[in-house]
């Protein structure tokens, strides 16, 4: 499997709100393609949700996507919430990290869509 086929992002636009749904694997070698995607696909908006319930694998690397990307969405007075569901291959990952305290996390992409609609 190549670099480029580790992870894969499908972006939804419900809106105001962009939707980025991760699958896959995400680690140094494809963090910044995978980054690059979600930010090209924005398409201006201020509201993000990523969807992380398909991702097998997160590593330092991704953690600092999603912290990069929370940061350039606060400086635009945005915010991005995290969907993982309680059994979410990476949820331990983001807890052991302390991401999941800095960034909202919601079980669900329906409730993560309807905090970010609610401001």
């Known amino acids: 499997m190549s670099e480029k086929d580790l992870a894969r992002v499908a972006l939804e636009r419900h809106g105001d709100a962009v939707l980025?749904?991760?699958?896959?694997?995400?680690?140094?070698?494809?963090?910044r393609a995978v980054e690059d995607q979600v930010t090209g696909g924005l398409a201006g908006s201020t509201a993000v949700a990523v969807d992380l319930s398909g991702l097998s694998y997160l590593d330092s690397a991704g953690l600092a996507l999603l912290s990069?990307?929370?940061?350039?969405?606060?400086?635009?007075s945005g915010s991005l919430r995290l969907v993982v569901p309680p059994d979410a291959?990476?949820?331990r990952t983001l807890?052991?990290?302390?991401?999941?305290?800095?960034?909202?996390?919601?079980e669900t992409v329906e409730a993560a869509l309807a905090a970010l609609a609610s401001g």
């Open 20 to 31: 980025a749904r991760l699958s896959g694997e995400i680690d140094l070698s494809n963090a």
């Open 68 to 76: 990069r990307l929370a940061g350039r969405l606060a400086e635009l």
């Open 89 to 91: 291959f990476v949820g």
């Open 95 to 106: 807890s052991i990290s302390g991401l999941a305290s800095a960034i909202p996390v919601d």
